[in-house]
């Protein structure tokens, strides 16, 4: 393993041999590189060892009341201060008529019209249900970029029924909706817009599914 600065910035691989992509890798402000799965994983197991601080600093100071960034009182109803709104407003709009992903630093072209970019598209709605991207990347290749219920191919640029969603089990005891980082347990597929909004409206229950095709085809016995 190498141990001199130019060295380390030769790695491909972190002790643990994940691979330093440009996606996988966290860059210090001293400007030293660490791996962004490691870097997660040690917070997980720190935070399940320590279960008084589970609560993240940023859900702390919205229970305070406090700006998000600059800790100082935040607007009533807001998670930042006026100060901090205002500035990110700005960068906003600023990055809006650029034409760039208004995620943080980003510099790429957003998907057409959307303000994300396609990597950070995805990265946020793994973020929010606290999957891994590995999973991610497997499940679209064992469905072969279908959806896992109809024939539509996925797809970020067309119509947001094409986009894939995220299927879990919501009464599952240990999805992330009740306890976090623990998505990954009741994880089903992936689906299409129309159907993962149809399966919610029909509150995930065959029973019903049934009866509102029977429904269906005594309907079509009449005409």
Request: charged share 30%.
């Amino acid at each position: 393993m190498p141990t001199g600065v130019y060295e380390r910035k030769l790695q491909t691989h972190c002790k643990a041999g994940h691979e330093l992509t440009p996606e996988n890798i966290y860059v210090y402000p001293s400007g030293i590189r660490a791996c962004k799965i490691c870097r997660a994983d040690r917070s997980k197991r720190w935070f399940e060892e320590n279960p008084a601080y589970s609560e993240t600093r940023v859900e702390r100071r919205d229970k305070d009341g406090l700006c998000r960034r600059c800790n100082k009182l935040a607007v009533l109803g807001k998670t930042f201060c006026e100060e901090c709104s205002g500035k990110d407003s700005e960068m906003y709009r600023k990055k809006i008529q650029d034409g760039c992903c208004v995620m943080g630093r980003c510099s790429r072209r957003p998907i057409e019209g959307k303000t994300l970019c396609l990597e950070h598209t995805i990265s946020e709605s793994l973020r929010r249900h606290h999957l891994p991207r590995e999973l991610y990347d497997a499940q679209i290749a064992i469905q072969e970029n279908h959806c896992a219920c109809c024939p539509t191919i996925f797809s970020y640029d067309k119509d947001r029924f094409s986009t894939p969603c995220i299927d879990h089990e919501h009464n599952k005891v240990g999805c992330s909706l009740l306890e976090k980082f623990a998505c990954s347990n009741c994880f089903r597929s992936l689906l299409c817009g129309a159907c993962n909004a149809g399966l919610g409206l029909l509150g995930d229950s065959p029973d019903i599914v049934v009866e509102r095709m029977q429904r269906l085809k005594s309907l079509a016995r009449k005409q």
